[in-house]
């Protein structure tokens, strides 16, 4: 079975940008998760989703919303990109809102 | 606001156990987990343990759960050079996770 799927798995963009990351989840898994994890720290929390609505939200500006499909993939969007932005994104897929998490590769987002 | 704390580095000869230390301050968490990273790579679930249980082992991995301490172990035993990597520790009561900074574990042949 396919894990956790992500693209792009990198990106570069300028300041005052827009960005879309797109995640798959494990086959079965309705729960998609978003972190971003700054270089040197540990993962920050930023969405949940399960069926389609959001289950959690974290310390993040409204610059950052998602969504989830019918098919339970997700997407990350980030309006007017900040330099700070630059970090890798982090999706997790889990069968439920309080079950374990599995992550993706990420996708490296550089904002200059 | 829920800390978790975890020195940052570890050095180890290969053969020799490694343990790698957590604490945690939300007393409400449920579950506990290790992930480990390794360069340029996303996360990799290596184990997890439920709040009401205080070990559990895994193969070379061993967790130690001192719940009244709020103190997370993870011990690896006959500690190879491909365990090189950033281990996380994190903790989670509700739908987020809360994850250490990370512990860079290297590996001396």
């Known amino acids: 079975d396919a894990g956790v799927t992500q693209s792009p798995t990198h990106l570069i963009k300028t300041r005052g940008q827009h960005v879309t990351l797109r995640c798959s989840p494990i086959?079965?898994?309705?729960?998609v998760s978003w972190y971003q994890q700054v270089l040197g720290q540990g993962p920050q929390f930023i969405f949940q989703?399960?069926?389609?609505?959001?289950?959690g939200r974290g310390n993040f500006p409204d610059r950052f919303s998602a969504r989830q499909f019918p098919n339970y993939s997700s997407e990350l969007n980030v309006n007017a990109l900040l330099l700070g932005d630059s970090a890798l994104y982090l999706c997790?897929?889990?069968?439920?809102?309080?079950?374990?998490?599995?992550f993706g590769p990420g996708t490296r987002l550089l904002v200059l | 606001g829920e800390d978790v704390e975890q020195s940052l580095f570890l050095s180890v000869r290969e053969g020799d156990s490694s343990v790698i230390n957590c604490t945690y301050t939300?007393?409400?968490?449920?579950?506990l987990y290790w992930y480990k990273q390794e360069p340029g790579a996303g996360l990799q679930l290596l184990t997890y343990?439920?709040?009401?249980?205080d070990m559990k082992q895994d193969q070379r991995l061993t967790v130690l759960l001192n719940k009244k301490d709020k103190h997370l172990s993870l011990r690896i035993a006959d500690t190879q050079t491909g365990d090189s990597a950033i281990y996380f520790c994190?903790?989670?009561?509700?739908?987020?996770?809360?994850f250490g900074a990370g512990t860079r574990l290297t590996v001396k042949p």
């Open positions: 997790a897929s889990s069968s439920g809102t309080l079950e374990t998490q599995y």
């Open positions: 086959s079965g898994h309705k729960s």
């Open positions: 989703y399960y069926e389609k609505e959001e289950r």
């Open positions: 939300d007393s409400s968490s449920t579950y």
């Open positions: 343990i439920f709040s009401n249980m």
């Open positions: 994190a903790e989670t009561e509700t739908n987020d996770m809360r």
